[in-house]
């Protein structure tokens, strides 16, 4: 038992140290380009890293999550086979949408295409690099991962110093992302293994039953918070699109830890239901509490206390706009780390239809929620009205939670050996 809990605690601190690498690293480009281009200048980089957000979760639900579900503690030689596939995907899928962000920034012209230009440029490689990082976590070698986004945030020095000198959206793009092709091609070196494109078709229809339940729920997810912005700039501006990611990046430490939690969560979960079903429920409680208190503690103890010279040496022009939406960010914030243990729980569970079925309410909720809130007031008005929808989206997270459970772990007795415990 004492053996179980350390090597936990092990592979939970590097996913900790690999996710403040990474965390820390985002918080640094996004404080060099509000500092660099100012608040609409920030706001049109803005949505070009929400746009990559959405084509990270395609990658996700498609290659790495699959991954992880059924791959987490496999023999090696199944893990490599099922990483040359995966990564492979990752990589079909960012030559794919980064072709369409390139058509995109054409068509679209003046800077918001530029940095869309540079955005299809860069897709692949930031889609390998993250690949690779999951699949050292399936494979309990979080130390591999931590190497890796170490090597993206020192490639990113140099870069971003020649991106500030030039003063464009499409140069700080480029470094930001050409930085993460550096890093993939050292998460080849790391693994011994190479992406498989040929084997990406393979690996889609076979887990497809995960993948395409996971691909919606991670797009519905990752689209509402794209087009609350890009509805955000048509209501409110440009300016309201960085105010809101200038409030965010003040939440950087957290959700460094939300997502360093998050790479290791569903594996580790994975692993309490092999081990003892029955502590499924108290595991994800713990892990969705704990977040949830250290974002309060963060959020209200800490940067609602800032003093404002401190505040704009950080994000410079940025500061004002953003100091206004902490409260509101860190609640919402909040309800996230407590949809995060239920995330973990269902995942692990496989039950895709269940955690679909809560993401696409949270994600109507969220985008509904923040497009009202940005006609009535703003940035403001959207950040209230996302919080809400985050706190209604927990609330059906953990129901949803509760069902599978009840299914999937402690089935009636006349229940089918198919709908049992995998």
């Known amino acids: ?12 601190s590097w996913g900790l140290g690999d996710q403040a690498v990474s965390s820390l690293s985002n918080f640094a480009v996004g404080i060099v380009v509000a500092r660099g281009l100012g608040v609409t200048g920030f706001g049109v980089f803005t949505l070009a890293w929400v746009t990559y957000g959405v084509l990270l979760n395609v990658s996700r639900g498609l290659a790495t999550d699959p991954l992880v579900v059924r ?3 496999a023999a090696d030689e199944r893990w490599r086979s099922a990483v040359a596939r995966s990564s492979g995907t990752a990589l079909l899928i960012g030559l794919g949408s980064g072709a369409l962000s390139v058509l995109a920034g ?3 012209g003046g800077v918001i295409g530029w940095a869309f230009l540079g955005l299809g ?4 490689g930031l889609l390998v690099q993250d690949s690779w990082r999951y699949a050292f976590f399936a494979a309990g070698q979080g130390q591999k991962a931590f190497l890796n986004d170490i090597v993206w945030a020192a490639a990113m020095v140099p870069a971003l110093f020649l991106a500030a000198k030039s003063g464009t959206v499409f140069a700080f793009v480029l470094a930001w992302g050409l930085s993460a092709a550096l890093a993939a091609g050292y998460g080849a070196l790391q693994s011994g293994v190479l992406p498989s494109a040929g084997g990406a078709r393979e690996w889609v229809s076979r887990h497809r039953d995960l993948g395409s339940r996971y691909l919606v729920e991670n797009v519905s997810n990752s689209g509402a918070s794209q087009l609350r912005m890009y509805g955000l700039g048509a209501i409110a501006g440009l300016s309201a699109v960085g105010a809101i990611r200038g409030g965010e990046l003040l939440l950087a430490p957290f959700l460094a830890l939300l997502m360093g939690v998050s790479l290791v969560a569903v594996p580790e979960a994975a692993r309490v239901l092999k081990r003892s079903p029955a502590r499924l429920p108290a595991f994800c409680l713990v892990l969705g509490g704990g977040q949830a208190a250290a974002a309060l503690v963060w959020g209200l103890g800490i940067l609602l206390f800032l003093p404002d010279s401190l505040g704009a040496l950080v994000l410079g022009e940025v500061w004002g706009p953003a100091e206004e939406l902490i409260l509101p960010i860190t609640l919402s914030v909040t309800g996230a ?3 995060a243990g239920a995330t973990a729980g269902l995942r692990a569970l496989g039950a895709a239809k269940l955690s679909l079925r809560a993401q696409l309410f949270a994600s109507a909720g969220y985008l509904g929620g923040g497009l009202a809130g940005a006609a009535l007031g703003g940035a403001l008005g959207a950040s209230w009205g996302s ?10 997270w953990w129901w949803q939670l509760r069902v599978g459970f009840r299914q999937y ?3 009636e007795p006349d229940q089918p050996e198919e709908m049992r415990t995998r």
């Open 121 to 124: 440029v860069v897709l692949p």
């Open 71 to 73: 791959f987490s503690g």
């Open 409 to 411: 772990v402690v089935p």
């Open 337 to 339: 780390g407590v949809v």
């Open 1 to 12: 038992m004492r053996q179980g809990v350390r090597a936990m605690a092990g592979r939970l």
């Open 387 to 396: 919080t809400i929808a985050m706190w209604c989206g927990a609330a059906v």
């Open 106 to 108: 054409l068509a679209l």
